[in-house]
């Protein structure tokens, strides 16, 4: 059984960095053929896709947040991370990391991690 938790300052200031974590346990992130995906949900609004690192390390992103995110991951740790710069408010939602394939099916997610962007 996979589990994923996320970890990260619940409160970010606007124009701050958001960083957050996802621990994995009962899986490696380098198992083929999986996708490391960090997604998030605004009050109102569907699930939004932000990016994801591959099982090999390489990483994809959303076109309408490429320029202020960024994925990585320590698999010595087993994690991954995002940062997503310059936050304002409308960054406010709940973030969730989840285990998926290629073609964004997910079959494994973290329960989430509510992150509001206030001063």
């Known amino acids: 059984q996979v589990q994923l938790q996320e970890s990260g300052p619940g409160l970010v200031k606007p124009s701050q960095t958001l960083s957050l974590t996802c621990t994995v346990s009962?899986?490696?992130?380098?198992?083929?053929?999986?996708?490391w995906n960090w997604i998030r949900q605004s009050p109102g609004k569907g699930l939004e896709w932000l990016g994801a690192?591959?099982?090999?390390?390489?990483?994809y992103y959303s076109p309408s947040l490429k320029s202020r995110t960024s994925i990585s991951r320590d698999t010595s740790k087993n994690q991954f991370s995002l940062q997503l710069s310059s936050v304002t408010p409308e960054d406010t939602a709940v973030y969730y990391c989840?285990?998926?394939?290629?073609?964004?099916?997910?079959?494994?997610r973290g329960q989430g991690t509510q992150v509001t962007v206030s001063s």
């Open positions: 989840a285990r998926g394939d290629y073609m964004k099916n997910y079959d494994y």
């Open positions: 690192i591959s099982y090999e390390g390489n990483d």
């Open positions: 009962g899986g490696s992130i380098t198992t083929a053929y999986y996708y």
